[in-house]
């Protein structure tokens, strides 16, 4: 599975706790907004707040794909930085992909998780019932796999919140496996 899904942890911001408060705030201030509103908004402030961590999240993920793939050319990030934040009492998920393209890659950065049940990352085979893949996120992980691939993160059975955030990158890629 290490040529199709990458893992990679790594700590991209000293002091997260402004950023984690900034973002839980936005997202209790705007909590009667359905969860897709809530993203939306969210996702508008943070392409130009958080430029700094946006660049860290790619220029990490390109520098590893550069050593994982055995030709990675003509990369280009694609879109702003997004996120999905979720705890026991607020969880919206549904399985789905990042786009058909299959020049994309999703990179995943899970900037806060926390320690309880729950919470994995699922892969779906094209048929979206098929599972390939799960796994147990930890704290600063930086996750690689292609954007056509459906995935679905599952509920985490915590008070504490659950903040993911995601870019994509067009490349040319092969495998080395």
């Given at each position: ?45 943070i392409k130009y707040k958080y430029t700094e ?110 903040i993911s955030m995601n870019t994509t990158i ?8």
């Amino acid at each position: 599975m290490k040529s199709f899904f990458i893992v990679h942890n790594e700590k991209l911001v000293e002091d997260r706790l402004p950023i984690y408060h900034d973002l839980i705030d936005k997202y209790l201030t705007n909590e009667h907004l359905n969860v897709r509103q809530q993203h939306k908004l969210f996702n508008f402030e943070i392409k130009y707040k958080y430029t700094e961590l946006y660049n860290k999240i790619c220029n990490v993920a390109i520098n590893i794909c550069k050593n994982e793939f055995i030709k990675f050319e003509n990369y280009q990030p694609v879109d702003s930085l997004k996120t999905y934040i979720s705890n026991k009492d607020n969880y919206d998920s549904w399985v789905h992909n990042h786009g058909l393209v299959y020049n994309s890659l999703t990179i995943v950065y899970y900037f806060s998780v926390p320690k309880a049940n729950g919470g994995e990352l699922v892969l779906y085979k094209q048929d979206q019932h098929t599972e390939i893949s799960r796994y147990k996120p930890k704290e600063y992980d930086l996750l690689i796999f292609p954007s056509y691939v459906y995935h679905k993160p599952l509920k985490i059975d915590s008070n504490n919140f659950r903040i993911s955030m995601n870019t994509t990158i067009e490349a040319d890629y092969t495998y080395k496996d």
